[in-house]
């Protein structure tokens, strides 16, 4: 656990408390969706990596570095969260007919996953410029922005009276208990728990009314608010509270022992690596997504023992994972043409449309490793000698 005194002080990007302390250091990273040329020699720059608790509202947080490189749109949205989003919005719309015919805001996000076109085709209009709205939707954007409470300020301001405002973000109980440590990353700014949205909410006149778990990201919450006077909440509000209460994830003690988790992950992801290649076996990864730099970082895995990994996203080809690995990003037919040994899946919180997809044509026999608690085969179609 990092101690009070290795860092300087700073006020809780949720709601402005100087009681906030550190709680988990990964050291020095590189910038997450900075993608250099393959070619480019290094060393990338690097900036903290560190998540601070705040003892007042309990939000989990980046400590106190700036924003650095802008992310860059290079991703390519998976079918997973496409499927996603129209689920979303037939599923709100459900509960809540009476939105069909309103008013709507999104807060946008650099993940893609809108849910805009869905809602039109629903029959819901968008609101104007400065006029509130019947429905405000924000999928995996808020994180994004540095300062939590006022941005989530931002929303109840564009709430209509009566309104709903859709919250969906990674939450933070699967990442401690899933040790999810490569989801924390320079520009997403906040590690969002329920009790610490209903915390910064309550500041703002907003109340959690209903939330529902998604599988999205490796684990998601989607919180329904609504201005205070208009709230009332159900019993799903007090279970997941419950969970997260046993889990220990507002403790500073609790959350530091995600740490020591991290280290021990990346160092068997090592060991396997270096298992698999001792045999013979050859070894690429599928994925450049920005949960990868950390990862592969932490884990010290370089081209020794990941000559390269392959993405769908046309603009990552030719450019490479930052950090000491070096990882180069190619096509897939690459990855399709070697027939590996071993996929190493990147993209885990995906994995199952990874393997469907490879698989699609009868594959080619090929283990797929997921890094993620701790690295475990799946959809292994045959097992190799230890």
């Not at 969706?33 to 393959?38: G, T």
């Amino acid at each position: 656990m990092v101690t009070e005194g290795d860092a300087v002080s700073f006020r809780c990007r949720g709601c402005a408390a100087e009681n906030v302390v550190p709680v988990v250091d990964l050291g020095d990273q590189p910038c997450a969706d900075h993608f250099p040329p393959a070619d480019s020699p290094g060393p990338d720059p690097r900036w903290p990596l560190a998540l601070w608790l705040c003892r007042e509202c309990t939000l989990v947080q980046l400590g106190p570095v700036e924003a650095q490189m802008a992310e860059e749109p290079l991703a390519v949205e998976s079918a997973t969260s496409r499927a996603h989003a129209e689920a979303g919005v037939k599923e709100i719309l459900s509960d809540h007919p009476e939105l069909s015919s309103g008013t709507v805001f999104e807060f946008g996000s650099p993940h893609g996953g809108s849910w805009l076109d869905h809602l039109y085709v629903a029959g819901c209009k968008l609101a104007g410029d400065g006029e509130t709205a019947d429905l405000v939707v924000d999928v995996h954007g808020i994180v994004h922005e540095p300062q939590y409470g006022d941005s989530l300020e931002l929303r109840a301001e564009r709430l209509a009276p009566g309104g709903l405002l859709v919250m969906e973000f990674h939450h933070l109980l699967p990442l401690f208990i899933g040790n999810q440590f490569d989801t924390i990353r320079h520009g997403h700014w906040a590690y969002v728990s329920l009790r610490a949205l209903r915390n910064v909410a309550a500041l703002h006149g907003l109340t959690v009314e209903s939330v529902k778990q998604v599988d999205m990201f490796g684990g998601s919450l989607m919180v329904m608010l609504r201005h205070t006077a208009d709230a009332k909440p159900d019993a799903s509000v007090d279970v997941v509270l419950e969970d997260e209460e046993a889990a220990g994830i507002a403790d500073e003690v609790q959350l530091g022992s995600l740490q020591e988790a991290a280290r021990h992950a990346a160092g068997a992801l090592h060991e396997e690596l270096s298992r698999h290649k001792a045999a013979g076996r050859t070894v690429i990864g599928y994925g450049a997504p920005s949960k990868a730099p950390v990862l592969l970082d932490l884990s010290d895995v370089t081209t020794d023992l990941l000559p390269f990994t392959v993405d769908l996203a046309p603009g990552k080809h030719g450019r490479r994972i930052p950090g000491a690995g070096m990882v180069p990003i190619r096509p897939i037919e690459e990855l399709k043409a070697a027939r590996p040994d071993v996929v190493l899946v990147l993209t885990w919180d995906i994995a199952d449309e990874i393997v469907a997809q490879l698989e699609a044509d009868g594959g080619w026999g090929a283990t797929y490793l997921v890094p993620l608690p701790e690295p475990h085969e799946l959809g292994t179609r045959r097992q190799h000698d230890s």
